[in-house]
Structures are given as structure tokens and as C-alpha cells.
């Protein structure tokens, strides 16, 4: 019985990491897996689906009992381990330096298009 609970409580805090790292806001794992598929590697996500796999089993008294608890203890530590080690203020950072260098990108590609067109039109 404590088995069960503790996946149950396993799958919570599964949850609870999602939404806080990702932003992900759904209620269940596997809605908050799916929204979160393309940031998520694909080993953590395939781990993270057979959580949410055994989310519904895990809730009916007669079908947990056929639950793989360790490979579902083993899923769940691997997705957190994962979730707890996102840095949330350098993804941020990541971005902003990002949407820099294309700014960037954009003025210098404009700028020498401006000048081929001043050259080809005989001004320089």
C-alpha cells in the first residue's frame, strides 16, 4: 500500500515540477507530458509517458497491484532528477541572448543590402 502512495506522490511531484520549470498547467501528467514533449529529451519523455501511463492504474485499487513499482520508481527519479537541474534564469538569459544575435543578424544583413543597392545604384 505504501508503494502505491508513494508513485501516487511520485506522480504529484512530477506534476508540481512540470508546471514550475516548463509552465506546463495541466492538472494530469499525461496532459503536462504531451504539452511538454519538444522540451523534454526523449529518453526523459518516453520515462516521463510511462509515469503517465500507470497515473491511471495507479488510482484504481485492483489494477495497481500489477504496477512495475521499481521501473516506475526509477522513471520518476530520472524526470525529476531532470526537471530539478533546468535553471530557470538561464534559460531566460539563453533567450534574451538569442533574440540579441538575431537582432544582430537582421541589422547587418540590412545594412549590407542597403549598400549593395546604394552601389549598384551609383551613389558610393
Known sequence: MTQTTDIQGQIADTVQLLRA?????????TASVRKAKRRL?????????????AEQMAAHPKL?????TPKLA???EEVQTHLAGINLADRRWGWFLSFLGSLALGFLA???LVLV???WRGFI
Do not use: E, H, N
Request: proline share 3%.
Open 64 to 68: 495497481r497491484l500489477v504496477l512495475d
Open 110 to 112: 540590412l545594412s549590407a
Open 41 to 53: 529529451p526523449r529518453r526523459i519523455y518516453k520515462q516521463a509517458m510511462l509515469l503517465a501511463g
Open 117 to 119: 543597392v546604394l552601389r
Open 21 to 29: 520549470k516548463l509552465g506546463v498547467k495541466d492538472k494530469t501528467l
Open 74 to 76: 526509477q522513471a520518476s
